[in-house]
């Protein structure tokens, strides 16, 4: 058994680069649905994760506060939380505050006290922004200058609870059973590079745009140092905060759509590019120009998700393992085939999607596969089989 693991693994080095959990469901509808299936396909991933991170994005949790940003937070102390709250009185009008509930579970320690704000932002005369800017504003200063403050999720009628466990113990801890989204996508952390805490779980958030991600950003101090030279900080120790912030930039406040951002983070090379048409040389080349400090080296499949849509992209040569499926009204996103068949065995359409291209499926619009990434939609696949 020895040689046979010497064989597998000459240099005994235990990293598993091509693990992490990704997976991501929505009723193309509006109609809220319970999590259970996305914690089942999740549970059927384990093996890609190892308990040191895990979490959820949960979109239509809030209709009664819908018009208000619901800030989650967390905090490692309690005196943080009173000058956060005195931050907060300064800026915003607070309709609600509360604790986020949560269930002593096994496994979890170390929890950091969470609560959730329903504010608006109040008038900022002279100096005034746009409601989400002033957000985004709010959001990076407490991360930044408030020690042991971390603002978890900030957008409207959604929220994100993460923390240090696996998927169906973060499940469990948060009470996520009592709630109903019609988006959920979620993760489990496979951490290799970055220290495992509760703030560098997935997925990460500004506004109400997430990230859920697998893989590794070799690009990371780039990309840092392009956003930084327009505003954003990044202080949660974890690759996944670009990936992040990019999203922010590009498809919310320069509303571009997803097809120009992939072209930006998951570009062809220049050899593609010059056996292009003339004009889709152009394009290339001043996206390359304007934004070439955000294209994202290394291998990452993501979904990415707002209030009305989800999103999934790979990196440009796909190391990283990802499935699209539809079945009636619902879009899934996973790592696993498998772990979509658990929970949909008979699918109408199930693909992998091609590297650089991505994946948008809107709120009453489903996206639809290229035939020639079409595969058999019946229930007869082993269930063990996986899109790795």
Known sequence: MKDLQRLNNPYCDDKVLCSC????MMDSTGKVFSGEPVFRAMINMQERGNGLGAGFALYGIYPEHQDYYALHIMFTNRDCRHDTERFLETAFQVERSEEVPTR???GISGEPLVYRYFVRPKPQGTNFVNDDDFVVQSSLKINSELDGAFVVSSGKNMGVFKGVGYPEQIAEYFRLDDYKAYIWTAHSRF???S???WGGAHPFCMLDWSVVHNGELSSYGANRAFLETIGYKCTLFTDTEVMSY???LIMRRQKLPPEIFAKIVAPPL????DRMSED???LHTALRSVYGGLLMNGPFSVVIANNNQMIA????IRLRPLTAATRGNFLYFSSEEASIRLVSPELDNVWTPMGGMPVVGKIGSLPKPDDSRKRNTSAARPMAEVAR
């Open 21 to 24: 959990a990704i997976f991501g």
């Open 104 to 106: 002593k579970t096994a």
């Open 191 to 193: 951490p290799t590079n």
């Open 195 to 197: 220290q495992a805490w």
């Open 246 to 248: 990019a999203v922010d």
């Open 270 to 273: 220049w050899e593609e590019i």
């Open 280 to 282: 889709e040389k152009e």
């Open 313 to 316: 992209l790979t990196d440009r």
